[in-house]
């Protein structure tokens, strides 16, 4: 699933979380957040993210697209875990509870409300730069996942990543993050400097309509 799927979603959808305010599903999401970082054990983790689980199933969210889009930050999680030493499978099962709470929320937040609602509501009582990087970073998303569907299609023109060749695929990945982190920065670059020329002075203006 794309980025541009999500703005999609959060755009045309009809369910009955579109209709909430913005600000009142900020709110539920700040609630939600702080009852996951201050949960004690495993049981009630598991309980908060199987209310989680049932809301979706009544929401009229598409629930596949939903649940894919909520276990990519697993992939970190995984990295992290193997990471710690002396590890207990209670631990990990905490971890990984907390991970889903949290990026399910968020990705409630994001499949519902489009970016322009959320940042003007953003705007009332954070500052001006903090909106501006919240602003600019979703933008830049959109751009840098077009560049990489491109590295990725280019890569399997080439004959993609084989567990056959390792030296080869490890020189394909090092040359891949190279180049998209380079890319990356230049289209940051770009991205600043066409605003510049449209006149913007530090500040992202939302409608109060």
Do not use: W
């Not at 993210?49 to 992939?75: A, D, E, H, Q």
């Not at 003007?120 to 560049?147: C, G, H």
């Not at 090092?174 to 940051?188: A, P, R, Y």
């Amino acid at each position: 699933m794309k980025i541009a799927d999500l703005d999609y979603y959060a755009t045309f959808g009809n369910s009955f979380l579109h209709k909430i305010p913005a600000k009142y599903k900020l709110i539920d999401a700040a609630i939600i957040l702080s009852a996951v970082f201050y949960a004690k054990n495993v049981y009630s983790l598991a309980i908060m993210y199987f209310l989680l689980m049932t809301y979706l199933v009544f929401s009229g969210l598409p629930r596949r697209n939903f649940l894919k889009v909520s276990l990519y930050p697993l992939i970190f999680t995984a990295m992290f875990l193997f990471s710690m030493e002396n590890l207990t499978y209670l631990t990990a099962f905490k971890v990984i509870l907390r991970v889903l709470c949290i990026s399910t929320t968020f990705i409630f937040l994001i499949f519902t409300t489009p970016y322009i609602q959320i940042f003007k509501a953003l705007s009332v009582f954070l500052p001006d730069i903090m909106i501006n990087i919240l602003f600019n970073t979703y933008r830049a998303l959109f751009i840098i996942n077009n560049t990489l569907d491109n590295l990725l299609t280019t890569v399997r023109l080439r004959g993609g990543i084989s567990i056959s060749r390792p030296v080869h695929s490890l020189k394909t990945i090092g040359n891949l993050v190279g180049f998209f982190v380079i890319k990356s920065i230049e289209t940051s670059e770009k991205m600043y400097e066409g605003l510049k020329l449209r006149g913007y002075s530090d500040k992202v203006f939302f409608s109060r309509d």
